[in-house]
């Protein structure tokens, strides 16, 4: 199972985009080769806290395309992009640190899979935008911060996924690589065909139905089955 788990992920073009726009290869290793690197510590870190891999190693991608010293404006840093305040919670001493970045961020992919009840959406949303940003949206109830600064101040529903553009791309975006909705003869395929694949194949958008974590489940064990979890990533 392991050998077939990780094979390499569907490259979608929202992400694809970016490295066009850079207009060359970056130096170091490509994003194969440092996919390759870290498949042991992701496995590994995926089964202590008993999560899919898969899960993992999808975040992994978004949040950095596997580089251990990637920073973000915020001040996310690492392969998982921790905050200083997360990485602190889960004794993160050194984001920059592949394996421990890894095994940080299982853990806590494994704490937010079991708060909501194993929704994937759900954890993906709360991995982005926060668990309490999530929590919110899913009760209803505001959210006020330390800094004063008040989520979901009109009580809005939507399920638990925010409504925030970035949040909703970044789970549309993990849940098309986890379904390998993306063929290798898809990769020039803009943002807007995305959506509208995403779409037809989940009617409610914020992605957050228990039948759409039902189809994800069931994806997900039939590519188990056909050895095609992935497609390559170049």
Not at 25 to 53: C, F, K, M, T, V
Not at 125 to 147: C, D, H, M, R, W
Not at 154 to 169: A, D, F, S, V
Not at 204 to 229: D, M
């Amino acid at each position: 199972m392991t050998s077939r788990l990780i094979q390499s992920i569907s490259i979608l073009l929202v992400l694809t985009a970016t490295t066009m726009a850079q207009g060359r290869r970056e130096p170091g290793p490509s994003l194969h080769e440092r996919e390759r690197q870290l498949e042991p510590l992701i496995i590994e870190s995926a089964n202590r806290y008993g999560i899919d891999p898969r899960i993992l190693r999808t975040v992994c991608f978004i949040e950095s395309r596997f580089r251990s010293g990637a920073v973000s404006p915020k001040g996310a840093r690492g392969l998982m992009q921790f905050m200083p305040a997360t990485a602190i919670a889960y004794g993160l001493q050194n984001p920059n640190d592949p394996k421990a970045a890894v095994e940080a961020a299982a853990h806590y992919l494994s704490d937010l899979l079991r708060k909501f009840g194993g929704r994937v959406d759900l954890a993906l949303a709360a991995y982005n935008a926060g668990e309490g940003t999530v929590e919110a949206f899913q009760t209803g109830k505001p959210l006020i911060l330390a800094s004063g600064k008040i989520i979901n101040p009109h009580r809005l529903l939507t399920g638990g996924i925010p409504p925030y553009r970035e949040t909703q791309e970044y789970v549309k975006s993990a849940v098309a690589l986890l379904m390998g909705s993306q063929s290798s003869t898809q990769r020039s395929v803009d943002r807007i065909s995305l959506t509208s694949h995403l779409a037809r194949r989940f009617p409610n958008r914020n992605l957050s139905t228990p039948r759409t974590f039902k189809r994800l489940r069931s994806s997900l064990a039939a590519n188990e089955k056909t050895g095609s979890t992935f497609i390559e990533v170049q």
